[in-house]
């Protein structure tokens, strides 16, 4: 199947709230069975990693509030797993994690990052999230850079187990 012609996991995610059935397009057989909402929700629920279904149903649904809250607060383990990384390669840490300040800071820098992956087209200029945030804009930037890869790769992973859990045979 041609690249341009395959489904994107999410948008099937996103048909399973609008219900109903749809084919998915097969070589040589007219007869294939259509996949359901329940097909959907079943590959959903069978996903283990945590962060990257948060992150599948928060796009997916355009999510608002709550789910964005807990997908921010899954991601901010991992999160703090890079900053420690980044700090033992040796590099200019932006954040301390040892300061309550600093952890704050870095839930809401996430929480933008967020925001950013779910509302792409509300994204706020980088000064005035710096200056909400009470940080320089240099810092600020380098920790959005780390939050926003590690939901990229969440949702990445996410839409791969996705797709291995609806279509293994």
Known sequence: ????????????????????????PTEGRGSAQPLTSADVAGAVAMMRDPVAKQAVLAVARRGE????????????????????????????????????????????????????????EARAAAQDAAKAVKMRKADYLRVYAMAASTLRQALDDG?????????AR
């Open 1 to 24: 199947m041609e690249k341009h012609l395959q489904r994107d996991p999410l948008e099937l995610v996103a048909r399973m709230l609008v219900g109903g059935s749809f084919r998915l």
């Open 65 to 120: 509030g709550a789910s964005l809250v807990a997908l921010g607060r899954a991601a901010a383990r991992r999160m703090m797993r890079q900053v420690i990384h980044e700090r033992r390669a040796g590099a200019k840490p932006a954040l301390r994690l040892d300061d309550a300040a600093d952890r704050w800071r870095m839930r809401l820098v996430l929480q933008d990052a967020v925001n950013d992956l779910v509302w792409p």
């Open 159 to 167: 839409r791969q187990e996705f797709k291995v859990r609806l279509f």
